[in-house]
């Protein structure tokens, strides 16, 4: 496992992509177009070189971007990287809908220092061979190093046991998008 780098880019984005195609949270955000899709993954991409991390497998088949919530500032970059997202994945008539979204997950956060795990994923062609374990047990090591908990949230149901399995907990489900929606936390 190793820190991706700028170089890293297109594989993580494609790796992503292809992750999270059918994700009903994603499709929720930027329907099912896979240039909105891509274009969201490659805005994630940059936002976390810049507030948090991303780690690639040494195989280049998965990967994981988390966040640090309070280490993001004010930038005329991140600025910039918002309003490209709007105009190339949201739409300005989803501006309420993507707001009221992030406002509620927001809520569920904790007011302490947490890592966020906004996207881990494996090529499809590759899953279920124990690439995705790896990523995630180096992000909840690279975590407690730190003496963050992990949160995050997904829509996948088959992915819990997967989750509770390395130790995150379901603290919070919503079915306010119109699908059910987990929130997990390192227990």
């Known amino acids: 496992m190793r820190r991706a780098t700028q170089n890293d880019r297109e594989k993580v984005v494609n790796i992503l992509l292809e992750a999270f195609k059918k994700n009903k ?70 501006i309420p809908k993507a707001l009221a979204r992030e406002s509620f997950i927001k809520k569920h956060y904790p007011s302490e220092p947490f890592t966020y795990l906004w996207f881990i ?37 088959r992915n819990l046991p997967w989750y509770q399995k390395h130790g995150m907990e379901i603290y919070t489900v919503s079915e306010r998008f119109g699908f059910p929606f987990y929130f997990l936390k390192t227990a």
């Open 25 to 94: 949270s994603v499709n929720y955000i930027a329907g099912k177009q896979e240039k909105k899709i891509r274009y969201l993954m490659e805005y994630s991409f940059d936002n976390c070189m810049d507030t948090g991390e991303i780690f690639i497998s040494d195989d280049g088949e998965a990967c994981a971007m988390i966040q640090f919530q309070d280490r993001k500032k004010f930038s005329w970059k991140s600025t910039y990287l918002d309003i490209q997202l709007i105009l190339k994945t949201i739409g300005l008539g989803n």
């Open 121 to 157: 994923g494996v090529n499809p062609d590759r899953q279920g061979n124990g690439f995705g374990t790896a990523v995630l047990k180096h992000v909840l090591d690279y975590s407690r190093t730190l003496n963050r908990p992990v949160y995050l949230e997904t829509s996948t149901q």
